[in-house]
């Protein structure tokens, strides 16, 4: 039924209404499933667009109705918390780029309701952390994770990030990030190439939340979230990933050169992230600006079993949270790298991994070892359980 509702809700974006669109409507399980994907925003406004809300049934549009309606309300509390986030760091002289969120309700979705916000990414350099702190703190808001000078430790690869949060304020955190990968899971195969001077130099000034701030150029975005969907903590695991990827596209496709897409990706060691990414847009609902003579531009050398295995999974509609270590796996060439990815994924420095699960490091070593290998192999467990169904259904 998912793979069903998958094509009706890409066919709606397309302006393809499917033909079985009315009884998909009438699926009991089809509103859960497109606020666990974080679409339901999506269906509405393309079912309005396409002016075929008769087709649904009274109780689930008024639901979208609702939902719809209440998200313009939370994207508009955000904004707010956002302009006077933004306004605390350029008062302290700190640059930053917008990510994600926020900036994608207003400049990549046609409407701002339809992509949901629940924090606030902001990319600073690793150098202005301390004064970013202090700024933060000063107005109420306290990392949650781990102290900046600990995070600061965490060896390149690793966790870049911090979370913050103040009281009073429930819908939106702040998420302040110093390098755009951001991953409790070894990036150590291709973080060194990435070239955050490049990033900052290429990025643009606009207005999000009524302020001049700055945004990823439209080549970095692009790749950006391919990268940020392809993580293992991500995988593709919802469809709201495919959405964010597929609107930035049919944003900026008049203004794109594929090749300077493709030139980008290459230059900060994202190539194997940004085709695996536009791939799976394509196979999603992206074949219209997606063109196999523009994947092309794309492909890494060659395709390994275990990135061919992960494509595989999510052609089957089988998005999991944890399947895409299959690609890091493949970036780690030879027997003694992939050896390393392994033993780093479930012993990753005590400093990454406490802040990861929110424990202190003074918590027992023992026991948040024992909670990462656990979770690693219940992933690794989901993974076989569904090829077991597949081969023996």
Known sequence: MHTTIDHALFSLINQQPAPCLQAIL???????YLE???????????????????????????????????????NMECAATAKKVFRLLQTAGIPFIVLKGIALAEHVYPHFAMRTTSD????????????????????????????????????PGYLASLEYHKQGITFAYIHLHWHLVNTSTPAIAFIKNVDMDRVWEKSL??????????????????????????????????LILVCDILYAIKTYEAHLDWNTVA??????????FAYLGLKIVQFYGGEEFLRDDILKKFPPPSLSRTERLFLALQENHFRMRGSSYLVYLALSRGPFNKGHLILRTLFPPLPVLAQRVRFTLHAPTNALYFQ??????????????????MIYP
Do not use: W
């Open 26 to 32: 009438s699926c009991p399980e089809l509103l859960p």
């Open 36 to 74: 666990i994907n974080g679409v339901a925003g999506v269906m509405f406004y393309h079912l309005q667009k396409a002016g075929l809300q008769h087709l649904a049934p009274p109780d689930f549009y008024d639901a979208l109705h609702d939902s719809f309606h209440s998200q313009i309300r939370k």
């Open 120 to 155: 606030l990414d902001i990319l600073i350099c690793k150098d202005n952390l301390l004064r970013a702190d202090l700024a933060l703190t000063q107005a109420g808001y306290q990392a949650q994770d781990s102290t900046p000078q600990q995070a600061l430790l965490n060896p």
């Open 205 to 238: 000034v606009v207005k999000v939340a009524a302020t001049e701030v700055r945004i990823l150029c439209p080549e970095h975005l692009i790749i950006y979230l391919c990268e940020h969907a392809l993580r293992v903590g991500h995988s593709f695991d919802r």
């Open 263 to 272: 030139t980008e990706a290459k230059a900060l060691g994202l190539l194997n």
């Open 372 to 389: 990462r290998i656990r979770e690693v192999m219940s992933h690794v467990f989901k993974i076989f359980k569904y090829f077991y169904r």
